[in-house]
Nanobody, 125 residues
Framework: QVQLVESGGGSVQAGGSLRLSCAAS????????MGWFRQAPGKEREGVAR????????YYSESVKGRFTVSHDSANNTLYLQMSSLKPEDTAMYYC??????????????????WGQGTQVTVSS
């Protein structure tokens, strides 16, 4: 059974940086899509970035492109999200997610079957 555990959230001032991590266990196959999603209070969960676990092909939402970088370390089965130039509107609970042994092109949350418990990111102005 695949489990995802996020860490690295916290509070930061606007313009600052944070790095989120997502440790995956029980993931034996080499080709999936892993992504980061976020949900602010009263809003829908939205996709932020995704990457293929067998290498590359990063994809970002327009709202974070150029500021966030997603990466995957296959040796440690860990997904990362480096966030820079943070804005107050980036404040949300951030979730790590994975597809069930397949690759998907975008950030449709319905395609992702496995979810972590979330880590809170708060950006103050």
């Amino acid at each position: 059974q695949v489990q995802l555990v996020e860490s690295g959230g916290g509070s930061v001032q606007a313009g600052g940086s944070l790095r989120l991590s997502c440790a995956a266990s029980g993931m034996t196959d080499s080709r999936r899509t892993m992504g980061w999603f976020r949900q602010a209070p009263g809003k829908e969960r939205e996709g932020v970035a995704r990457v293929y676990t067998d290498g590359g092909f990063e994809y970002y939402s327009e709202s974070v492109k150029g500021r966030f970088t997603v990466s995957h370390d296959s040796a440690n089965n860990t997904l990362y999200l480096q966030m820079s130039s943070l804005k107050p509107e980036d404040t949300a609970m951030y979730y790590c997610a994975a597809t069930a042994s397949r690759v998907v092109a975008g950030l449709d949350k319905k395609e992702y079957r496995i979810w972590g418990q979330g880590t809170q990111v708060t950006v103050s102005s």
